[in-house]
């Protein structure tokens, strides 16, 4: 059965800090591993990482997949505290029609 | 873009009545849309996918018959809860990934679902 896990839970900061978040996997035919930030409503995209040591970046995020360990990472720099939500960390496996397998998810708060 | 819209936003019911969610792509075709529902600090669970034109896929432990779904249009997807009881309460949020050859997919947002 597919598994994705994430750590910490939950992470309290200060504005400012960095942050690592962390999601490990055990799928079976891997595809695409893909985070998502979710506020008060429902998941926004953040990205989706198909092959490993590639970077992707978007202002202070960035994530990058490590397939031979089975794990990515998103990393949040500079805090905000309208960083605060949820990060949520899901794989796709192939032949599954693109079904998400979520992990529980980070729960992220920033403090001014 | 990618914009996905549900309607309602949130509703209240009356146990044993039924409730239709709606889900709408708005700005591209979505041949598969995806319900999930998420209970309070837990995270989303896929519930069933849905294919334009074809019967929708249940997971294990989803009732079809309760959680009935339609796919008529490539921009539509219905979700409707049948006899609904208390426990039917949730949060449910379905995705539509924009285009055969990607695995993104968007999500709407959300349906808040009380039953009373």
């Known amino acids: 059965e597919d598994k994705v896990v994430q750590s910490p839970l939950s992470l309290v900061v200060h504005e400012g800090d960095t942050v690592t978040l962390n999601c490990s996997y055990e799928?079976?035919?891997?595809?695409?591993l893909l985070w998502y930030k979710q506020e008060k409503k429902a998941p926004t995209f953040l990205f989706m990482l198909?092959?490993?040591?590639i970077e992707k970046k978007s202002g202070r995020l960035s994530s990058i997949l490590d397939k031979k360990e089975l794990f990515s990472i998103l990393n949040i720099t500079a805090t905000q505290t309208g960083d605060s939500a949820i990060y949520l960390c899901?794989?796709?496996?192939?032949?599954?029609?693109?079904?998400?397998?979520f992990g529980s998810g980070t729960q992220l708060t920033v403090l001014p | 873009g990618a914009v996905v819209s549900q309607h309602p936003s949130w509703v209240i019911c009356k146990s044993g009545t039924s409730v239709k969610i709606e889900c709408r792509s708005l700005?591209?075709?979505?041949?598969?849309m995806f319900w999930y529902r998420q209970f309070p600090k837990q995270s989303l669970m896929l519930m069933a996918t849905?294919?334009?034109?074809?019967?929708?896929?249940?997971e294990q432990g989803v009732e079809k018959d309760k959680f009935l779904i339609n796919h008529a249009s490539l921009t539509l997807s219905t979700l409707t809860v049948t006899s609904a009881h208390p426990e039917d309460s949730s949060f449910y949020i379905c995705?539509?990934?924009?285009?055969?050859?990607?695995?993104?997919?968007?999500f709407g947002p959300g349906t808040r679902l009380t039953v009373l």
């Open positions: 849905s294919n334009e034109g074809s019967k929708a896929t249940y």
């Open positions: 198909t092959s490993s040591g």
């Open positions: 799928v079976t035919n891997f595809r695409s």
């Open positions: 995705s539509a990934a924009k285009g055969a050859g990607t695995d993104t997919q968007y």
């Open positions: 700005d591209f075709q979505a041949t598969t």
């Open positions: 899901a794989q796709i496996s192939s032949g599954s029609a693109r079904q998400l397998t």
